[in-house]
């Protein structure tokens, strides 16, 4: 079954950082485009950050520019989430997903930034 | 920015009924347009794709429409299971962007 399995979310102070994972299975990750989504409790879907397949076109929305960075190990299976200096709005569930257009979703993790 | 404007925000249905959600896009976007369904507590899951296209797994009574600027989801049948939050994205312009939702409730 293929499979997207989000971790690393916490709560954690403004100014801070955390390093969101998403551990895929049952496909290989290096094969397709990938993406973070995320979404305020309550609220709507908002996208952050996609890479392509071959890890050359990346791109950010703008409120997370500068601070956020995307990346893959492809031994690992694994996508990451880089955030730094944290803000409290962005406080919300991450979720990567898979696909130039989303084709898979995984499961979410919490991020609360809040002191 | 590309904004996606979906209608209604929120629609009351009865099992059985057939439903249509509206998605505009601020300008075109060709074919590049996503359909999600989320359940309250639950992660989106997929449901179409290039605007028309089944995602594999998705009930047939499922159906998506249109290109350029205007689009449609259609529900032919619902069931109990389709009352949901419904997204659609645009997905070829930086920045991806979302429409606002649009809550299917029951009758």
């Known amino acids: 079954e293929e499979q997207l399995v989000e971790s690393g979310g916490g709560l954690v102070q403004p100014g801070g950082s955390l390093r969101l994972s998403c551990v895929a299975s049952?496909?290989?990750?290096?094969?397709?485009?990938m993406q973070w989504v995320r979404q305020v409790p309550g609220k709507g879907l908002v996208w952050v950050s996609r890479?392509?397949?071959?890890?050359?076109?990346?791109a950010y929305a703008e409120s997370v520019k500068g601070r956020f960075t995307i990346s893959r190990d492809n031994d690992k299976n694994t996508l990451y989430l880089q955030m730094n200096s944290l803000r409290v709005e962005d406080t919300a569930v991450y979720y990567c997903?898979?696909?130039?257009?989303?084709?898979?979703w995984g499961q979410g993790t919490l991020v609360t930034v809040s002191s | 920015d590309i904004q996606m404007t979906q209608s209604p925000s929120s629609l009351s249905a009865s099992v059985g009924d057939r439903v249509t959600i509206t998605c505009r896009a601020s300008?075109?976007?060709?074919?590049?347009l996503a359909w999600f369904q989320q359940r309250p507590g639950k992660a989106p899951k997929s449901l179409i794709y290039?605007?028309?296209s089944l995602q594999s797994g998705v009930p047939s009574r499922f159906s998506g429409s249109g290109s350029g600027t205007d689009f449609t989801l259609t529900i032919s049948s619902l069931q109990p299971e389709d009352f949901a939050t419904y997204y659609c994205?645009?997905?070829?312009?930086?920045?991806?962007?979302f429409g606002q939702g649009t809550r299917l409730e029951i009758k």
């Open positions: 890479m392509s397949s071959d890890g050359r076109n990346i």
């Open positions: 049952g496909f290989t990750l290096s094969s397709y485009w």
């Open positions: 300008q075109d976007i060709s074919n590049y």
């Open positions: 997903a898979r696909g130039y257009g989303i084709a898979l």
């Open positions: 290039v605007a028309s």
């Open positions: 994205q645009q997905y070829n312009n930086y920045p991806l962007t």
